[in-house]
């Protein structure tokens, strides 16, 4: 087993995880089988239990694993299916520990972070970098392991300690370290400063490691003088400092990387053979070219709550986008804050509530996606009917469907006052209510998580079509709360289908309406599983009906 080891310096979100899925590809493109691993410094057991606006979406497993949004990058990139243990926090690490000290497995033994918490992260990433990942059962040649955060912070400081150790545990031979930094330009000179990347390599040698490639973000591609000045100061080749400057899309990465001789000097370092022909990065390349080739744009609206960081809602702007690929146009979001629709924020806000309704309006389709708490669900009620009675294309997850659902039940059954039990536990019409096996006391992995089934039991609808004539779906689950089965009769009776149902408990998994160009709600999240050639069924249906008003 290779290791690829991935950190960063300087600071945070400078696409580590890009990087690292990025260089993925590109071992992946010579033949070899990849797998990933993110290591989290937060004591948190995961991230199931954090707000978007924190640290971005929560990115559910098949396996039911909460995870960070870096393992979406790595499944899309890589096309791989991961597991809740490919995430390794903190919190994993000292529960294991501990669980361990109670049982008496350290014999009397004090319990420190050197030696019990590094060879537990150590024991980890070598148990779990043989797990297969990619579905044939075989066992990956090559595992990426992406540190979190920034090198230096306090919380980080074991994880560190413990690949010095695992570098000499796996061979030398067998273990690279890239390092990912900023390059920042200051001033009308516009000068490339090398200082910061000198400081973050020193604090990286100073705890025992020694990068064998910088990958360096900048706007501009790098220039040769800065690249030798990079290579003096932090005892690096010349040839292995890397510019990572802005692309014209996220697709271009591997392609940058590779045309800088990466692929040749990793597989150099690691003893890999590297084949005569690359199919895999031909398509890559085919595929950022047709990326950029596109004109024509589909305008949705994302009618949300946490519009203020977009990395809330990744990979529903990913399905969107791998979808308008697949259509042949660009992708343009207009994002809504949902609480801006309601008519009690005119007061507050009369111009932009008037700014969200004509943004609505401009779009060609409207997709809600999913969310927690009461703050903008009757904005959300209010978009799902304004695309019902003007149809417009509509898509509805997770949270999505059951807005679509209370709308229906107050608006055409005339129920007033319908509502989801999350918001009013007093509704006269109880439309969403709280599924018997959940927990009101413990937050952490009490949700209904993961890859379940979901039947079809009608050919006659979208979803058959757009799952390729499949009548078993596998999607992934994150929610409490289920429509009422007392009321899907009425529901259907006054022309919401419920197309799809699960296998366990007949839970309502798909709803269509009659008569209406596409309005389509899933209770799953369907985007987890999109990839850039095989977009989400659902989303690329959004982005046909749009296109189709287009």
Not at 277 to 283: E, G, K, T
Not at 342 to 351: I, R, V
Not at 504 to 519: F, V
Request: proline share 5%; charged share 25%; hydrophobic share 40%.
């Amino acid at each position: 087993m290779r290791f690829i080891v991935v950190s960063g310096g300087v600071l945070s979100g400078l696409g580590k995880g890009v990087t690292a899925s990025s260089i993925g590809v590109l071992m992946k493109s010579i033949g070899y089988r990849v797998s990933a691993i993110k290591i989290d410094p937060y004591l948190n057991i995961d991230a199931g239990t954090m707000s978007p606006f924190e640290h971005g979406e929560v990115f559910v497993l098949d396996d039911g694993g909460e995870v960070d949004l870096d393992l979406g990058n790595y499944e899309r990139f890589l096309d791989i299916t991961l597991t809740r243990d490919n995430n390794l926090t903190t919190g994993k690490v000292y529960s294991a520990v501990i669980e361990a000290e109670r049982r008496g497995d350290y014999l009397g033994k004090t319990v420190q972070v050197v030696p019990h918490i590094t060879d537990e992260i150590q024991n980890w990433l070598e148990r779990v970098a043989a797990i297969p990942v990619d579905g044939n059962g075989a066992e990956p040649d090559i595992c990426i392991v992406e540190l979190g955060g920034t090198v230096g912070d306090i919380e980080s400081a074991p994880f560190v300690e413990a690949l010095r150790q695992f570098q000499f545990r796996v061979g030398k031979e067998n273990f690279v370290l890239v390092h990912v930094s900023l390059v920042p330009v200051i001033g009308v000179v516009g000068e490339q400063k090398t200082k910061p990347t000198q400081h973050t390599v020193k604090e990286l040698r100073a705890a025992g490691l020694s990068p064998d490639f910088l990958v360096c973000r900048a706007e501009e591609p790098l220039l040769p003088a800065t690249k030798e000045k990079l290579a003096l100061f932090c005892h690096v080749e010349p040839s292995h400092v890397l510019s990572a400057h802005d692309v014209s899309n996220i697709y271009r990465v591997p392609q940058m990387l590779n045309e800088q001789g990466v692929t040749e000097m990793i597989a150099e370092k690691l003893n890999l053979e590297i084949p005569e022909s690359r199919p895999l990065y031909d398509d890559w390349v085919a595929m950022a070219d047709r990326v950029d080739s596109l004109e024509k744009t589909i305008n949705i609206a994302m009618v949300g709550k946490y519009t203020g960081l977009t990395d809330s809602y990744l990979s529903v702007i990913k399905a969107l986008q791998h979808s308008a690929f697949k259509v042949g146009a660009k992708m343009e979001i207009s994002w809504v804050e949902a609480a801006s629709l309601e008519a009690k924020f005119e007061d507050k806000d009369s111009e932009k509530y008037a700014e969200s309704w004509a943004a609505l309006k401009a779009a060609h389709g409207v997709l809600v996606p999913g969310g927690f708490g009461i703050r903008g669900i009757e904005g959300k009620i209010l978009a799902a009917q304004y695309a019902r009675e003007n149809g417009v294309p509509y898509l509805g997850v997770c949270l999505g469907l059951q807005v679509a659902v209370i709308e229906f039940a107050r608006n055409v059954l005339g129920l007033e006052g319908a509502n989801s039990t999350e918001f009013d536990d007093k509704t006269p019409h109880p439309t969403v209510i709280f599924m018997p096996e959940g927990s009101k006391t413990h937050m952490g992995a009490t949700m209904r998580l993961g890859s379940r089934q979901t039947n079809l039991h009608t050919e006659d609808c979208h979803a058959f079509r757009l799952y390729g004539g499949a009548k078993k779906i596998h999607e992934r689950h994150r929610h409490r709360y289920e429509v009422n089965p007392d009321m899907i009769a009425d529901l259907e009776a006054a022309g919401l289908r419920f197309v799809g149902k699960d296998t366990e408990a007949q839970r309502m998994e798909i709803i269509e309406l009659a008569d209406h160009p596409y309005y389509f709600g899933t209770q799953y999240h369907p985007e987890f599983k999109s990839r850039p050639n095989r977009p989400s069924p659902p989303f690329l249906g959004l982005v046909e009906a749009a296109f189709k008003r287009l």
